[in-house]
RNA sequence: CGGUGAUUAGCGCAGCUUGGUAGCGCACUUGGUUUGGGUCCAAGGGGUCGCAAGUUCGAAUCUUGCAUCACCGACCA
């Protein structure tokens, strides 16, 4: 490829709406440009590397047996019906009609189109197990799309669906599965870790998100120091303190100051301090919204997903109004505590352990010191409902919990029979018994493992491809080729050679000032940069500097060709 | 969905307070200059100032509404 007749569109300046540092350096360099809040256009360079990993994705997925297909991302509304989710997705789901009036989606994920398709086409216990996966754009409508590639709302992604007879067949190729994940991810060259996930909307079993550490990650990753445990924090399981709880010691006294000010005036620790939040249980037909109380440790956080699967609370989450917190409690929601609360009240295990805390005493103004559980608040129900947090005991029963952020570039499931139970999709056994068919889904962001190796790879002077995506494997600079017929022929003549050789190379034949060349091909990371000067042509010599470690060496021209072997 | 802010040339921004001929840097075109790390000089092209309505002799500037984009929040101790 020659530069002159190439669209290389670097930027010299970083546009201002990008905030993370992948973003900014997939528009400075001509990856992507923005077209709508959360949608891309690929420009060649970022569709080389799209292509890249692309491949790689798909080579993994053969080699695990996996046979690749192709859905459409329109689906008709009444397949969304009958797997039920067309009530359980929510917004996010983009809903649109055609000329008929009929309903169709954007496919968010392709589950029920799959499962459609293998009711139709697979009839006996003889054709399993099947795995078939395909790399196919998938449309979101995030409530806030961010960081570009990162979490647009159109995004290539890579899903594969398993389908057997029983459990058993459907471990084993989950671990078929994590075992080709982590070839994907060692072979595209990034720090990378599996953690134990939370299986969300999609339901079923053991589930597994591949992770990509980095610290402007979404997520938050809780790893023991002492094991291999590692599981997103949504997941970890906050283990009960050690112990007894303590025995009552002090009587309960109301202080006329609210918590928050009680905190602050007195030097309180949060350790010795609940909070409380009012959130709508589970909705049943015929009955009053009920209210049901989450009592956390001062200093711990709530967390969402663990709440949302206990069966009493409603899903998604939802917060009670100011409007119900007045009614139940009589005061203003930062004056709640458990006490004489006439709600059913879940305690956090940590919180459950303390005695003698502090509490608002469900009075504007007031709260009480000095309570205990047994004594003043009767039976209580007791969960793990908060975030694991720095210095726990990990859950693995070995060493402390240590917290790092990551990208989510992968998730495995085992989905169970959900969709094939709903799209009844089964296969005659052995003994002629039609039998529903067990699953397992296998995702990967493919868009935004782009974003993700540049949050991994870069320096001030730009992206630094891990070498099996980069977009070019070798660029040729030469110096002040329009005056020197000698630097031009050299360069074409390596050119023509690393062409032949078929090597992808990027050969800058503008007529450009060398700061120039060299600060695109360093924004852009190509890992390899061939030097052609006058400086060096005597000794038949060639510059070669190497864009990840920066060293630079001479090598003789006829000698070029070894770097490539 | 809530809060905040932005919207003026392809990109980054100034001008708005105090209404009166629309500017700067980068990029682009042409000529010259320079040539191993984003040269320098000169000339030039490009904007219904997000949209709509209002106030006014006159609106980028004041008022109102709308749209789009971005950031923050959705943990209420």
């Avoid at 991302?73 to 983009?94: C, F, H, I, K, N």
């Avoid at 055609?98 to 697979?122: M, S």
């Avoid at 919204?289 to 998604?316: C, F, M, T, W, Y």
């Avoid at 010191?369 to 003043?376: A, C, E, F, I, Y």
Wanted: glycine content about 8%; overall charge negative.
């Amino acid at each position: 490829m020659r530069t002159s007749q190439y669209l290389l569109s670097t930027l010299k300046e970083t546009p201002a709406s990008a905030e993370v540092i992948s973003h900014q350096l997939m528009l400075r360099a001509g990856l992507v440009r923005n077209l709508a809040s959360g949608l891309y256009t690929w420009l060649p360079t970022g569709l080389k590397v799209l292509r890249k990993v692309e491949n790689i994705v798909r080579e993994e997925m053969e080699r695990a047996n996996a046979i690749e297909v192709l859905m459409p991302m329109v689906q008709p509304a009444d397949l969304w019906e009958e797997s039920g989710r067309w009530e359980d997705y929510g917004p996010e789901l983009l809903r649109l009609k055609d000329r008929h009036n009929r309903a169709f989606v954007l496919g968010p994920t392709h589950e029920e189109v799959i499962t459609k398709l293998v009711a139709n086409e697979i009839n006996s216990y003889k054709q399993l197990p099947l795995s078939v996966f395909q790399i196919q754009t998938k449309f979101r409508d995030e409530i806030r799309p961010r960081f570009g590639i990162m979490r647009g709302r159109e995004f290539l992604m890579k899903d594969a669906y398993s389908f057997h007879l029983g459990e058993e067949c459907l471990k084993k190729t989950y671990q078929k599965m994590f075992d080709a994940y982590c070839r994907i991810f060692d072979r595209l060259g990034l720090d990378y870790r599996p953690v134990i996930a939370d299986t969300g909307s999609i339901g079923g079993e053991a589930s597994h998100e591949f992770h990509v550490l980095a610290d402007s990650g979404e997520d938050e990753i809780a790893f023991s120091d002492n094991s291999d445990f590692a599981a997103n924090v949504e997941k970890a399981e906050a283990l009960a303190p050690q112990g007894e709880r303590a025995e009552p010691t002090q009587e309960i006294s109301t202080v006329e100051l609210k918590l928050e000010r009680l905190i602050k005036t007195s030097n309180l620790d949060l350790k010795t301090t609940v909070k409380t939040l009012l959130v709508l249980g589970t909705a049943t037909e015929g009955e009053p919204e009920k209210i049901i109380a989450l009592v956390l440790r001062g200093d711990h956080q709530l967390n969402e997903v663990k709440v949302e699967n206990l069966s009493a609370i409603a899903s998604p989450l939802t917060f009670a109004t100011d409007e119900q917190v007045s009614a139940i409690a009589n005061c203003h929601s930062t004056s709640l505590g458990p006490k004489g609360l006439a709600v059913d009240v879940i305690v956090d295990r940590s919180a459950a352990h303390l005695s003698d805390f502090v509490c608002g005493a469900n009075v504007n103004g007031q709260s009480y010191t000095g309570v205990n559980w047994q004594r003043d608040c009767g039976e209580i129900n007791i969960q793990d409902i908060r975030n694991i947090v720095t210095g726990d005991p990990s859950p693995c029963g070995s060493g402390n919990i240590i917290i790092k952020r990551g990208i989510e570039v992968g998730h495995i499931f085992q989905l169970g029979d959900k969709y094939a139970q709903a799209m009844n999709c089964g296969v005659l056994t052995e003994n002629g018994k039609n039998q529903i068919l067990t699953m397992g889904c296998y995702g990967i962001g493919v868009s935004r493992i782009v974003a993700a190796a540049i949050e991994q790879n870069h320096d001030k002077y730009g992206i630094k491809w891990p070498a099996a995506i980069a977009p070019f494997q070798v660029a040729i600079v030469p110096m002040n080729m329009a005056k020197s017929a000698r630097v031009k022929e050299t360069a074409e003549a390596l050119y023509e050679q690393l062409q032949q050789a078929g090597i992808e190379v990027i050969f800058d034949d503008r007529k450009e000032r060398p700061g120039v060349m060299f600060a695109d091909h360093e924004l852009i990371g190509t890992p390899i940069l061939l030097i052609v000067g006058e400086r060096n042509l005597d000794e038949q010599n060639i510059e070669v500097k190497n864009r990840i470690t920066g060293e630079k060496l001479l090598m003789p021209i006829s000698d070029v060709m070894s770097l490539f072997k």
